[in-house]
């Protein structure tokens, strides 16, 4: 499994090296090492990790829910001297002075019981009451072992619901994390390719300045011996100042993209980034088949579908439980007290507690009913919706393969495209110098010339784009055949080693 997480010691070697070769602070900076540092210092990639490890103390406290709990609780101490009411034999009330000071302390083993939706506790506690004032005294009452049980009858088993649906629910954050960190690889790629765009539009308006004033030097030499009009040495001027001005043009949007790349990575504001075009691309093809079982095996969006259907038939289950409600509580153990600590152990009473809780509405004027059937309506609903949601995720999927696999064709024509259109121009260039062909014919071919590079950098973008698009549908990476993984455990332990 290709693990996504990097330990910050790679970050560390990572980062040195872009610099090693430049000590002008300048990056010459690959696509996959934009997308690794994106992953390691974006604020995108930190705001996936926190929401990972929410999700990951929610399971925790779920799975620590199903294991046994010991409590203690205690009064040190409760001290009381007040007045209180007391009726005598004769049936008349009186006040009495209670003047006395009381300790208590209780270990209780509580489970949870996930198969009948019980709680059981194994208690031990000790009480002592001391009387003060006059003839003061102590009096200790223990319980060594007493056994408690709470079931609800007919209600609804809630540990049964839970067991169910956080393990989905943890599976869902575990995959919309790896989806995350797929989406900021998307951010990269798009910030990457904005510049690297910027920087060919400031080569080509270099490009076009350096041939527009060598034309216009070119013409002035004509013009003097007649070979070419007044008009036509006008546009050629006009043509050089115009392409001053796009190099102004183009290196502010240089500095803009780059500004935004910079941030985006957590790079410093001195570092100028020199991002390189990719040279090679993987050749294949994808099968839809093959990418949407990926993607039902891999992506949240499938464990997020039978998280809402789960809790949708809890939301039922919840409704129809509370139309009655039957509770059984029973307490089973010893008792014993004394004056002394040690013989109120001595000499045990069984100590008995048996209650049966009943709650069944006689007449609610179909209150009850009434959200049990708006819970199944709900549970309709959602199954609706998740069925059209379902229909719209195979669509989208269907959509990124069939762009991906054409993209390679468009990228090939874009290449050679780009290539023809430059042959054109220098071309049109000796054929101009040599008076064959006119201004237009020159202009044009530069504009062709431009409109071919960029294309093919943006066809170069798009080929990237659906590439690591359906690497983040799908959780599975195609060139090496694996499935996106992580260590989550170890990530959660890194991230709390560095507070």
Do not use: C
């Amino acid at each position: 499994m290709r693990k996504l997480y990097l330990s910050i010691t790679f970050v560390s070697l990572i980062i040195p090296a872009f610099y090693a070769e430049n000590d002008d602070n300048r990056i010459r900076l690959t696509l996959k090492e934009a997308i690794t540092l994106a992953q390691l210092q974006s604020v995108d990639a930190a705001v996936a990790l926190n929401e990972l490890k929410t999700a990951y103390w929610e399971y925790r406290t779920h799975q620590a829910d199903r294991l046994p709990e010991i409590i203690f609780t205690g009064t040190i101490p409760s001290y009381n001297n007040n007045y209180g009411k007391y009726q005598q034999p004769d049936g008349a009330y009186t006040y009495v002075q209670n003047n006395w000071l009381g300790l208590s302390g209780k270990v209780s083993i509580d489970q949870n019981i996930a198969l009948t939706g019980g709680r059981i506790s194994l208690v031990t506690s000790l009480d002592l009451t001391r009387q003060l004032g006059a003839g003061a005294y102590n009096e200790y009452m223990s319980i060594p072992f007493g056994i408690t049980i709470e079931q609800p009858v007919f209600g609804i088993n809630n540990h049964k619901w839970r067991r169910r649906i956080e393990p989905v629910r943890y599976r869902e954050a575990k995959a919309a994390y790896i989806e995350n960190v797929e989406e900021v690889t998307l951010s990269t790629i798009a910030f990457f390719f904005n510049l690297l765009q910027a920087k060919e539009n400031l080569a080509i308006a270099n490009q076009n300045l350096e041939n527009a004033n060598k034309l216009y030097d070119i013409a002035v030499a004509k013009r003097k011996i007649g070979h070419i009009s007044e008009n036509e040495l006008m546009q050629l001027e006009l043509s050089a100042l115009q392409a001053k001005g796009l190099v102004t043009e183009a290196l502010s949007d240089l500095n803009a993209r780059m500004f935004q790349l910079r941030a985006f990575l957590g790079l410093s504001e001195q570092d100028i980034v020199d991002p390189v075009v990719p040279e090679s691309i993987p050749s294949f093809r994808m099968i839809y088949d093959d990418v949407l079982e990926k993607a039902r095996e891999n992506n949240a969006f499938a464990q997020n579908i039978l998280r809402r259907q789960l809790e949708a038939d809890y939301a039922v289950a919840s409704a129809k439980g509370n139309r009655r409600s039957i509770n059984l509580f029973a307490s089973v153990g010893y008792t014993g007290k004394d004056v002394t600590l040690d013989r109120s152990y001595d000499g045990l009473r069984g100590n008995q507690i048996v209650e049966v809780g009943v709650s069944v509405p006689i007449l609610d004027w179909g209150k009850r009913k009434g959200k049990v059937k708006v819970a199944e309506s709900n549970r309709e609903v959602i199954l609706s919706r998740t069925k059209q949601e379902q229909m719209n995720f195979n669509q989208n999927i269907f959509l990124l393969v069939e762009n991906f696999n054409n993209q390679a064709g468009q990228l090939e024509i874009a290449v050679q495209a780009d290539k023809i259109a430059e042959k054109r121009y220098l071309t049109s260039i000796e054929t101009f110098m040599i008076g064959k062909i006119s201004i237009l014919d020159l202009n044009d071919a530069q504009r062709s010339k431009d409109e071919a590079k960029l294309k093919h950098i943006q066809e170069l973008y798009r080929y990237w784009y659906y590439l690591y698009n359906i690497r983040s549908v799908t959780l599975h990476d195609f060139i090496t055949n694996r499935n996106l993984d992580a260590d989550f455990e170890d990530i959660i332990k890194r991230q709390g080693t560095k507070r």
